[in-house]
Structure formats: C-alpha cells, structure tokens
C-alpha cells in the first residue's frame, strides 16, 4: 500500500518537473516579440592624433590621444581643449601627461586658412609662471602643426596678436611655426649665426616609451644633421631621464638632400646587429623625427658604407 502511494507521488512529481521544464524551454510569444538584440558598433571615425603635453619632469613631450574630428578647424580646436587644464578633453589624456594652459581659458576663435591656423584665445591663456609662458606657446605651435597641412599658427589674445609674452618679455614672431623651437637649451657665446637644432630623445613612464623634442639654440655651424647624430651618439643618457639608443661610434660618411629625400651613409656602428644588419627602431624613430623638425622633406633613407639599409617615411613615424 505505501509502495504504491509512494510511486503515485514519484510520478506526479516528474510530471510536474517536465511540465516545468517544458515551460522555460518552450519560447513565450510575447516575450519573444520584446526581446531587443543590443548590438555593439565600432566608430571607425575615431582616429588619433599628436600632442604635446607636459611630462613628469616637465617636459613637453609628443603623445597621441583620441581625436573624432577629420575637419582641421575642428580637430584643432579638440586639440586645444585637451591643451587646456580642466578642460572638456581631459578624460583622454595618458596617465604620465599632464595639461599646460591655464585653467578657464576660452577659444574665442579659431581659423584655417591656406596652412595657416589663426585662433584667439581669452586673457587667462597668460595666467600662469614665468616658467611656463614660453612652454604654452610651444605646446600650441607643436600640436597644431602636427595636424595635416597645417603650417604655421597665429596666436591671439582678446583680439590682439600675442607679439610679446607678459611676465618673460620674449618677443614672438606674429606667425609661428616649429621653427621656433621647443623644451630650448642655450649655449651661445655670439649673438650672431645662431642655430637651432630640434633633436628627438626617448624618455618612460611605466615602461612605456614615448618622445621628447629639445631645441638647441647655439653657434654650431655645422648641418643640422651632424649636429642631430653628434648629440644622439655622445651618451646613452644626455639628462635625467632622456635617452639615445644611438652607438657613441657612429658617424656620418655622408649625406644628400634630393627634393623630398635626405640620403644619410653611415659607418656599421650605426647596427644593433651587424651580422643580420639590423638598425634599431628606436634609432630609426629618434633621427627622423629630429630630421622631420629640422629639414623640408618627406623620406629618410638609412645608407651603411654606400648600401641602402632602411628607407623611412616620415609621416608614417610621426
């Protein structure tokens, strides 16, 4: 009698569990009609593009952030707004980097025009150290001829060109370019055949490499290229935290300039291995990114003892 009680419950019971199951595998029509499938797309328009913001040790130093917009005008203007301290842009600034300009300036204005970028800034651009007027200006030049075609920058402040800093004094060119150099070093002993020479060193925050423009203003008559090589081989490490992987043995055979195409023959010290006649490509980086600032041309090819070892675009570097 209990067996047979038992079997009875056995049997409702798994009657019940496969109506159950029947309920949860078999689709609701209702519920399948609101069913929303969310589907994740990729913004191919997010590009990114170079800046150049103040490193740990107060550096100006070339990175790269997130930028959407293609037009000029546009691009420049998000640029400018990461530029700017507790700006809009700051969420996409890289750990390591910090903003220059002063807090709350505006942008009262900007224009493209045939290479030109005009743009016109509220008087807070200037409330800062006598330390950094020089260093906001560089940060404005350097950033915004890193965008395509742009060459050269105007700068206002409320309407007027910025031809002189307040607190420094320093006269500025009425239309700036890269030209007028960046992170500079003096060592001149004349006051005339000044040459500036902007020279590229690698630096690191947390492993990760990135570049550091220095311009030295001096009365070397040598190319611009001896000097960028001579600096880059002379040590390993040329200041706190600056670096060149470039061997100190390395040397100049001889160089040639065509058109758009500076040839450089270098003696076999220039190789990381000589055997397999590799250059490194932290090597390669450094000098023609220095070569890029200093000289009007678009390829750089890496001749050793009169055979073509490397040939390098610069755009594609930069």
Do not use: W
């Amino acid at each position: 009698m209990l067996k047979r009680i038992y079997t009875k419950k056995l049997i409702v019971c798994a009657v019940a569990l496969f109506a159950i199951l029947l309920i949860y595998m078999v689709p609701d029509s209702e519920k399948t009609l609101n069913i929303k499938e969310e589907v994740n797309y990729v913004d191919k328009s997010v590009d990114t593009s170079q800046i150049f913001l103040l490193d740990s040790n107060n550096y100006l130093a070339s990175t790269k952030i997130v930028t959407k917009n293609k037009n000029i005008e546009d691009k420049a203007k998000e640029l400018l707004h990461a530029l700017i301290i507790d700006d809009s842009k700051q969420n996409s600034i890289p750990n390591g980097f910090k903003s220059i300009i002063p807090s709350n300036t505006k942008i009262l204005s900007l224009t493209y025009n045939e290479g030109v970028i005009k743009v016109d800034f509220s008087s807070e651009l200037m409330n800062t150290s006598v330390e950094n007027e020089e260093k906001i200006i560089e940060a404005i030049v350097y950033t915004l001829t890193g965008i395509d075609d742009v060459n050269f920058v105007i700068i206002y402040m409320d309407g007027e060109i910025l031809t002189k800093l307040p607190q420094s004094k320093i006269n500025l060119p009425s239309t700036l370019d890269r030209n007028f150099g960046i992170n500079k070093e003096y060592n001149i002993t004349d006051t005339k055949n000044i040459n500036k020479t902007t020279i590229y060193y690698i630096s690191e925050f947390n492993d990760k490499e990135y570049f550091v423009p220095v311009t030295k203003v001096n009365n070397d008559s040598r190319s611009k290229i001896e000097i960028i090589v001579d600096e880059l081989s002379s040590s390993n490490v040329y200041k706190t935290n600056l670096m060149s992987y470039l061997n100190s043995n390395t040397q100049i055979l001889s160089v040639n300039e065509n058109l758009d195409e500076l040839v450089i023959n270098f003696n076999s010290a220039i190789f990381n291995d000589i055997n397999n006649k590799e250059i490194l490509e932290e090597v390669i980086y450094t000098i023609c990114l220095s070569v890029s600032d200093n000289y009007d041309v678009k390829t750089v090819i890496f001749n050793v003892e009169d055979e073509q070892i490397y040939k390098s675009v610069i755009k594609s570097i930069e």
